[in-house]
């Protein structure tokens, strides 16, 4: 029986203190994150076993071993003549995984020799690989006399090795990230594999070119980027992918160009050569990753759009609680829906690590999304648990959302993607009393512990010991044992939170005398009230509705639309607003399916307010649809926004591109080519939501 170092000293605190530690005061004593813990206890569940004894929680969730005193005792001895393995179970079965990947027909003993475990622990390793591998489509065969073998295409087995690098090492490998950065890494290889200049190198040239792209990444997604080029840097030469390895490169034009950068970057510092399949397979990775910040995906894909909205009207039907009016849940999804569309497209392998505890926790709400999707996007394909535990957590975010919010400025940490984050801030003022504020940010945003300072609470997910702060760690689904950490702690700063705030605190007392403070001040609401009566404004406002004949190219229309714009002082720099509106078609057809209909979009830094024109065409032009099928246009649509905008511009914004497709009569009206039935339909869309959104509110 093998026992790691970390799992000894686990049975070892909680023996000297039975009863009184919990997974997170444990992580504490330790220096890791709670869910390492959460991790181990399982295996020191075995461990006890093997010995008749068992973990038991007490009323106050801390552990303790109950058993035959025999029997501890019989343990205690165990261990005191036990030297503990320096490598996880987890550790041994990664150089097992890159062994085997590296060789074909791999010789038993030669494998149990290489990894320094025995035959019979290197079957067990192989017999649980074997079950994890199967996700990815990878087989491994053991014949007597021949060894083992893999079988599986090139990208699989990098899919497969880079899952379970972040599966099980994600928290190492952003620590040795940060070490490498400050120059204190000092060991040859990072988690067995990895050339740390390789790994300084990916991360600063991704880090470089994301900061001035518009693409944003959850924090896991930009670490696993980083590991997948670093894989690729590794197995180019040697193991090079085939034609069925790679996706569908049409759709991957701007990921395909950003890659093609960074890697012709690394190929300059370094003596690996990427070969154009390596480029297509890791846009593909960027493609099915998910968006950090919701606000910046495009409000065009109609297609998507009706989905999410039929999602979210048919789960708020099950649950019986209205979500259709739910603006924040509605951005999230289309976020997360259009990389989780082309994941399940491409049978992308994809492991949620949070999918048993979301299931566990919030089953009803996952057996209704679940019915929803199977029933909205069975055309689409099969989503698997994993994905749709992701979905839930957007849903599970709205509805915790709606309890008051309370009052101490927080900070949440939390690397697993915008949902995950939106969720345990969500559940973070739910269940804690005196939090008021809580920002959201990512590991990338936090380098520095000035970037910290003005935080009273800082809640991470993941072990931050090198920014040298104090912070709780906690599971991103928030625990019990989480929250009674997050109050203790509270109760016992108290003092410090309040050293500073009170002057805040006596004005807060004084306006108290004459009741309940409203949830925003009236400089916040009139403001509110202003930006969406000038958009509504503006949308009206600038409505045009022309008509051309004998065109040949949908680009002429445009051109001359933004030359109207620009006479109008509505825009400036219309060549530059023409690129930013070539640059969205080429990521995908901008025709909508079923119509004669074609919606050209952007957000620009030289739109100065929000415009939507119709140009009506006597003759019908071929384009591509966003189903990405040729069809033919009558009605060129455009829809131009400032680049910066707030939440309720981008409501209005969001409205109106759904709103062409609500229904078939929607339909018929904005494609008739009647300026005053268009005008009255916008109209009634927008004055609807000023009653539904803004008057209820």
Not at 610 to 619: K, M, N, P, S
């Amino acid at each position: 029986m093998y026992i790691t170092a970390r799992e000894k000293a686990i049975i070892d605190l909680i023996i000297k203190t039975s009863g009184k530690h919990t997974a997170a005061s444990i992580a504490s004593c330790l220096n890791v994150s709670t869910r390492t813990i959460q991790r181990d206890l399982k295996a020191v569940e075995k461990i006890l076993e093997t010995f008749d004894i068992h973990l038991e929680r007490n009323s106050e969730k801390g552990y303790l071993i109950e058993g035959k005193n025999e029997q501890v005792f019989r343990l205690i001895q165990y261990l005191m003549g036990n030297n503990p393995i320096d490598q996880t179970p987890q550790e041994k079965k990664l150089q097992l995984l890159i062994a085997l990947f590296q060789e074909d027909d791999y010789k038993l003993q030669a494998l149990s020799s290489n990894i320094g475990v025995s035959i019979t622990t290197l079957t067990t390793y192989l017999d649980e690989l074997t079950d994890w591998l199967d996700h990815f489509h990878i087989q491994i065969t053991r014949k007597r006399g021949i060894g083992v073998d893999v079988i599986a295409t090139e990208s699989a087995k990098r899919r497969a090795l880079a899952n379970y690098i972040l599966f099980h090492f994600y928290e190492d490998l952003f620590q040795s990230l940060f070490l490498l950065e400050k120059g204190k890494y000092e060991d040859d290889l990072i988690l067995y594999y990895f050339f740390p200049d390789y790994l300084l190198a990916i991360d600063r040239l991704v880090n470089t070119f994301f900061s001035s792209s518009r693409l944003r990444l959850a924090d896991s997604d930009y670490i696993g980027l980083i590991v997948h080029i670093g894989i690729t840097m590794h197995r180019t030469e040697d193991f090079p992918l085939g034609e069925g390895d790679l996706g569908l490169s049409n759709e991957l034009t701007n990921e395909y160009q950003l890659i093609m950068e960074i890697g012709k970057e690394l190929e300059t510092s370094f003596s690996t050569r990427f070969k154009n399949e390596d480029y297509i397979y890791l846009a593909g990775i960027l493609k099915g990753s998910k968006l950090h910040e919701a606000d910046e995906i495009a409000y065009d894909s109609l297609v998507l759009s009706k989905l999410v909205k039929s999602l979210i009207e048919d789960v708020s039907s099950q649950l019986h609680v209205d979500l259709t009016n739910d603006f924040p849940l509605y951005q999230g999804l289309l976020a997360h829906m259009e990389p989780s569309i082309y994941r399940i497209k491409q049978q992308m392998g994809l492991f949620n690590p949070l999918k048993e505890d979301i299931i566990r926790k919030y089953p009803l709400l996952f057996f209704a999304v679940k019915n929803s999707v199977e029933k909205q996007l069975k055309e689409i394909g099969t989503f698997p648990d994993d994905e749709i535990a992701f979905i839930v957590l957007h849903f599970g975010s709205a509805l915790v959302m709606r309890e008051e919010k309370l009052s101490i400025d927080a900070l949440v940490i939390c690397p697993t993607g915008i949902g995950t984050s939106k969720m345990l801030a969500s559940r973070i003022r739910k269940e804690i009393a005196g939090l008021d504020h809580i920002d959201i940010k990512s590991i990338k945003e936090i380098q520095e512990k000035d970037e910290l300072s003005g935080y009273d609470l800082i809640i991470s997910t993941v072990k931050l010991p090198f920014l040298g702060i104090d912070y709780i760690l906690v599971s991103p689904l928030l625990t019990e044992e989480n929250i009674s950490a997050i109050r203790n702690f509270l109760k016992t700063n108290i003092e410090t939170f309040t050293e500073n705030k009170r002057y805040a605190g006596t004005l807060a007392d004084e306006n108290s005398l004459t009741g309940s403070a409203p949830k925003a001040g009236i400089a916040e609401v009139l403001q509110e009230l202003k930006v969406v009566q000038e958009s509504i404004e503006a949308a009206l406002n600038n409505f045009r509705l022309y008509r051309m004949s004998d065109v040949s190219d949908h680009m002429v229309i445009i051109k001359s639309m933004l030359a109207k714009g620009k006479n109008e002082g509505l825009l400036r720099d219309e060549k530059t607003v023409l690129k930013s509106i070539q640059e969205r078609e080429r990521k995908g057809g901008l025709g909508i399916p079923g119509t004669v209909m074609a919606l050209f979009h952007c957000r620009d830094q030289n739109v100065h307010e929000l415009i939507f024109q119709i140009t009506h065409l006597e003759q019908p032009l071929l384009v591509k649809g966003m189903d990405g099928k040729p069809m033919y246009m009558k009605n060129l649509l455009l829809m131009l926004a400032p680049e910066e905008l707030a939440v309720r511009q981008q409501e209005i914004v969001s409205l109106i591109s759904t709103s062409l497709i609500e229904n078939n009569e929607a339909a018929l009206i904005f494609s008739s080519g009647n300026e005053k039935m268009v005008r009255a339909r916008l109209e009634m869309i927008l004055l609807d939501y000023l009653h539904t959104k803004i008057i209820k509110d």
